[in-house]
């Protein structure tokens, strides 16, 4: 079992819409989890990071995490064609590195 | 913000010769540097994990004698490719993590595009 599923996509959704991003980890133990967005040859930038359980809310990016269940996404709403590129969630186990996700590649369509 | 400049963006080397890639923090100390390489299409894996002063901690299956990290200030990390062949062609990046009081911790550089020919 990988340490951090991704569905690879491409999610494609219509300008406007809610983009929903999701992805779960392996390791309970896991404090803290990151969502960054890459675009194609560039270094992955940091879209939001959350430690607590719940929602966490950045513009138009919300961060939703459940450590029971072991997952935590991330929608979009208001999806621009700017927002199309890979998302890669990331998590940090007992603060020694991060693990990342293989990423979902998200197409908005205008 | 925390700010990590990483070079070169890109190299060209020829099969056989080695490459330095440079990570400085501009703005804060770097305890931890973590090196990632990213083939197309792939996510980032992570290569190695170094602290200042210290030895790197290499990934199962990442050569440390091929690739030779140098973390010897707390602004400064170099990764160097020895012995470069075709397959180590990839996109390199470098990740700094010093005072968790900057947000999350994690600050990447733009990453160095490595091509062998």
């Known amino acids: 079992q990988k340490e951090v599923e991704q569905n690879s996509g491409p999610l494609s959704v219509p300008e406007g819409a809610i983009a929903s991003l999701n992805c779960t980890y392996s390791?309970?133990?896991?404090?803290?989890f990151f969502w960054y967005r890459q675009y194609s040859g560039k270094s992955p930038e940091l879209i939001m990071f959350?430690?607590?359980?719940g929602d966490k809310e950045d513009g138009r990016f919300t961060a939703q995490l459940n450590k029971a269940s072991q997952y935590v996404s991330l929608l979009i709403r208001d999806s621009q064609p700017s927002d199309s590129a890979t998302y890669l969630c990331a998590v940090d186990t007992y603060g020694n590195k991060l693990v990342f996700g293989a990423g979902t590649i998200l197409r908005v369509k205008s | 913000g925390a700010v990590v400049s990483q070079h070169p963006s890109w190299v060209i080397c020829k099969s056989g010769t080695s490459v330095k890639i440079e990570c400085r923090s501009l703005d804060f100390q770097a305890t931890t540097m973590f090196w990632y390489r990213q083939f197309p299409k792939q996510s980032l894996m992570l290569m190695a994990t170094s602290n200042e002063g210290s030895k790197a901690t290499y990934e199962q299956g990442v050569e440390k004698d091929k690739f030779l990290i140098n973390h010897a200030s707390l602004t400064l990390s170099t990764l160097t490719v020895t012995s470069a062949h075709p397959e180590d062609s990839s996109f390199y990046i470098c990740?700094?993590?010093?005072?968790?009081?900057?947000?999350?911790?994690?600050?990447f550089g733009s990453g160095t595009r490595l091509t062998v020919v």
């Open positions: 959350i430690y607590s359980n």
């Open positions: 990740s700094a993590r010093g005072d968790r009081g900057r947000g999350h911790g994690y600050t």
């Open positions: 390791d309970r133990g896991s404090q803290s």
